[in-house]
């Protein structure tokens, strides 16, 4: 017994012993959340009068600088950029251009800092230090929005002007003080004179800092005039057993306007010339123009000498900028190269249309394979002609042929199939009620017979014929073709085109197409009707989650209805269409024209199965940039790391719940209101009323 004692006391020493020799690795402490902390800068923030051209901020910790070209900015804008670069705990820009006499400096790295270890961000960091004795201290906040679809502009320039300038100096000269959006759209101009400026946002793609007309750019009509306003904030503290013991008071700055709206558009501006010319296929040619011409090119061949002057059929976009010219002449067909002089419009240099000439060479030369199987075939039909004349000398001859030498010269002497095409029904089996019959021809038509196109409708299980049908009308690119008539819910309908009821450019008629498609109950769908506090002389479209447009319908008496919609989740936006012409328009800054207003509805729309759905929409009621669904915004803003756990989740606090965001200087009311009065640059001001 005492020996089993022994041995159980020698295993427990052991087995301590192991385990005081196996040294294991730390546990690693808490995740750290904490941004870097600017310990000291060289010169100091807010310093005048400083000499040298390098600036040093130094940190509590190892840093560095990530997306530094798109986030970080420099004013006054700078010839030659600063050399900015992380240093262990330092961060050191060196100014490449003279320092200007009596200037604010400010570099905005927005959210561009991070320490070395977890990545957290220091947001909205900004350095600013004067060459005078004095350095300048007004701001002018707010937020670019992309007009067509408010989406934020993220990373895009904001620039100012002084007020002296005229309005040309947008497209000639660089802005005087510049900074950028942050992930949200948002932006501070900091470091600016008491003045009058004018504001604009710039997708600057080629860096000179002022704008171009094939740019992204927004604008303020009006002018602003910075200022800033003092006031008081109490805070009261409670002794433990609930009574006052005091009222801190503290004075603050606020700095306006800080709620500036630019919506941000592209004026589709594209000079025309000829961008590609090719021959696709021997029967076809392409000519691309860079964007839409106001005449089409004209084409006049060169060689071959003989071609009929009709020689082709042209097929031709919406926009006149893709055309195709199916060649009919069977001599050009068979030519090698086709040349061509060919004269169209272009933008010239003084930036207007005028009329060139080139001479083009369209070719076609056949592949290796094409080749190598073109004369495969002809090896094949001549050893067939050989074949067959061997046969029919014999016959001749009066030499008896067997079964299958009979069933050879039988085949050889059928008639040759007459060439067709195939029409396509684009039209699905199952259609909805707002669908239209289309069909669809791989080659241009000279003709189709209404009397070859027959159209039954199925009721109640019997076939009848639709009487007065409508003729089939070529729509888009002329290839498609659509029966211009609305289908009846609950019914099938059969569609057939005889064969020859079409012709084709080359003669040829088309098979016999025969297909059916059932139209869908009204039961299947819902119907939304939404009350609007806008003019008719608005859009309302229909989006899916995609953002993609579904329906479009006009607004008329404040109502916009939309019937027989497919039971899903979609979105909603109104355009106030300024021209009526029924889509959203850009604006022109040297026309001082702001792009066609566009407004969201701030929630999804859950249709289901035979609903009807009434919803009520003031368009103003809620702030401009935050009507736009976070499901279906594209330019997400980035999450902060400082807010987020080890599985890369909001951080909750002390009940449990997930952190809310920071206030900011934004305004979190955004920009619209129950009193907007349509000037998006003057409701700040009734903005921060209703916010006091």
């Known amino acids: 017994m005492k020996g089993l004692a022994h041995i159980v006391v020698a295993m ?11 040294i294991g690795s730390p546990e690693g402490g808490p995740r750290d959340y904490t941004p870097p902390r600017v310990v000291k800068t060289s010169p100091q923030a807010g310093a005048t009068n400083v000499k040298g051209n390098r600036v040093e ?17 420099v004013s006054p804008v700078q010839k030659n950029q600063p050399v900015i670069k992380s240093l262990g705990k330092r961060i050191v820009v060196d100014f490449r251009d003279d320092m200007q006499p009596n200037t604010t400096y400010t570099i905005d790295f927005a959210n561009s800092i991070e320490d070395n270890n977890e990545g957290n961000q220091l947001d909205g960091y900004a350095f600013s230090f004067s060459t005078g004795d004095e350095i300048d201290t007004m701001r002018i906040s707010g937020i670019v929005l992309r007009a067509k679809d408010l989406e934020p502009m993220q990373h895009v320039l904001v620039g100012a002007y002084s007020q002296c300038l005229d309005d040309t100096a947008f497209t000639r000269l660089p802005m005087e003080r510049i900074t950028r959006t942050n992930s949200r759209g948002e932006f501070t101009l900091m470091g600016l004179k008491p003045g009058r400026y004018r504001v604009f946002a710039l997708n600057d793609m080629d860096g000179d800092y002022h704008m171009a007309r094939t740019e992204d750019y927004a604008f303020v009509d009006a002018v602003i005039e910075p200022s800033v306003e003092t006031y008081t904030s109490s805070d009261t503290i409670f002794t433990f057993d609930h009574r006052v013991d005091s009222v801190m008071t503290a004075t603050h700055s606020a700095f306006l306007p800080n709620d500036v709206l630019l919506s941000m558009m592209n004026e589709d501006y594209h000079s025309l010339y000829l961008k590609k010319t090719e021959r696709t296929t021997p029967s076809k040619l392409h000519v691309l123009m860079s964007t839409i011409s106001p005449e089409l090119p004209k084409l006049k061949i060169i060689s071959p000498d003989e071609h009929v002057d009709n020689w082709c059929a042209l097929q031709a976009t919406s926009r006149n900028d893709s055309l195709f010219y199916w060649i009919t002449d069977s001599a050009l067909i068979k030519a090698d190269t086709i040349k061509v002089e060919i004269s169209y419009l272009r933008t010239d240099s003084t930036d207007q249309l005028s009329w060139k000439t080139d001479t083009v060479n369209f070719w076609h030369r056949k592949s290796g394979d094409e080749l190598k199987a073109e004369k495969e075939a002809q090896k094949e039909k001549e050893q067939l002609e050989k074949r ?49 019959l289309t069909l669809k021809t791989p080659v241009p038509l000279s003709d189709i017979k209404h009397s070859g196109v027959h159209l039954d409708i199925k009721r109640d299980s019997v076939w009848h014929p639709v009487n007065n049908m409508p003729k089939f009308k070529p729509v888009d690119d002329g290839m498609t073709y659509q029966l211009p008539m609305q289908l009846e819910p609950e019914c099938a309908y059969r569609l057939t085109v005889d064969s020859l009821a079409a012709t084709s450019i080359y003669g040829l008629h088309n098979d016999t197409l025969r297909f059916e498609t059932k ?14 506090n806008v003019s008719d002389s608005a859009v309302v479209q229909l989006l899916d989650a995609n953002d993609q447009v579904k329906r479009t319908t006009q607004v008329v008496n404040g109502i916009a209805d939309f019937d027989n919609v497919p039971p899903e989740t979609y979105y909603a936006r109104v355009i106030l269409d300024r021209n009526g012409n029924g889509r959203w328009d850009t604006g022109n800054y040297l026309k001082h024209i702001q792009p066609e207003e566009v407004y969201y509805y701030p929630k999804a729309l859950k249709l289901r199965r035979n609903w009807d759905v009434d919803q009520a929409w003031n368009i103003y009621e809620t702030a401009v940039d935050l009507q736009k669904p976070e499901a279906i915004k594209k330019n997400k803003p980035e999450e902060s790391k400082n807010k987020l756990d080890k599985a890369g989740k909001r951080k909750k606090s002390g009940d449990g719940q997930e952190e809310e965001e920071e206030d900011d200087e934004f305004n979190s009311r955004g920009f619209g209101n129950s009193t907007y009065s349509g000037n998006k640059y003057n409701d700040y001001q009734n903005n921060r009323r209703l916010n006091r």
């Open 388 to 436: 067959i004349q061997q046969l029919e000398q014999k016959e001749q001859q009066g030499k008896p042929l067997n079964d299958e030498e009979m069933e050879e010269l039988k085949a050889a002497r059928r008639p040759k199939p007459v060439p067709t095409f195939k029409l396509e029904a684009v039209t699905k089996s199952s259609s909805e009620v707002y669908d239209t």
């Open 519 to 532: 139209v869908k109950a009204l039961e299947e769908y819902a119907n939304l009707t939404l009350k609007l």
């Open 57 to 73: 901020i130094y940190f509590n910790e190892i840093v560095n600088i990530k997306d530094q070209m798109k986030k970080v900015s």
């Open 12 to 22: 427990v020493v052991a087995i301590m012993l192991a385990a005081c020799a196996n």
